[in-house]
């Protein structure tokens, strides 16, 4: 004979693991929005609006930094804003994908000492609505990250606001 008991222990135990392995899926979602958004505030910059204004406002990430997504030359980078660069620097491997030529070898100071880095010439640098065309640049082999720092070579021409963990760049 069948036993009811057991059959409907059987669904009580199916319904409890489906709830929890839903629920750590909801958990599990969640969290991963919340550190993508706590780690890369700026994501949003990946749509561009041509008729807007050429302003960019950028969140700190809770490193202190300025990360946001943009292109060189049409190609997908992320940028770390860094004042203390004279010119954008991206690293080899970017600089590849990127289809860039090194040019003449010249060496720089970094944090991590001096080394030997390649010039070219971005035929566009795009962050958020901000375009700018024909700006100076470097390749470093020596970057371990594919981050590529956006330098005063692009930021010069910008007015720079920062506030309350927020940084705005326009084009004066």
């Known amino acids: 004979m069948h036993d009811p008991d057991i059959t409907r222990r059987r669904t009580a135990r199916l319904f409890q693991v489906s709830f929890w392995i839903l629920l750590m899926t909801a958990f599990a979602l969640y969290f991963s929005g919340y550190l993508e958004r706590r780690d890369h505030p700026n994501r949003h910059l990946l749509q561009v609006d041509p008729q807007g204004p050429a302003e960019v406002v950028l969140q ?6 300025y990360l ?4 060189i030359n049409g190609h997908a980078v992320i940028f770390l804003l860094d004042t203390g660069a004279t ?4 690293p ?7 289809g860039l030529q090194p040019g003449r070898p010249s060496r720089v100071t970094t944090a991590s000492g001096v080394v030997e880095v390649y010039q070219t010439q971005l035929e ?3 962050l958020g609505n901000i375009r700018m065309h024909h700006v100076s640049a470097h390749i470093n082999p020596h970057m371990p990250s594919d981050l590529v720092l956006l330098g005063m070579s692009f ?3 910008l007015e720079m606001t920062q506030r309350d963990g927020t940084l705005t760049l326009r084009i004066p």
């Open 155 to 157: 930021m010069k021409n």
């Open 87 to 90: 010119t954008i620097s991206v």
């Open 68 to 71: 946001a997504p943009g292109q």
């Open 124 to 126: 566009s640098v795009q």
């Open 92 to 98: 080899e491997r970017v600089a590849q994908q990127a």
């Open 60 to 65: 700190r990430n809770r490193s202190g930094h």
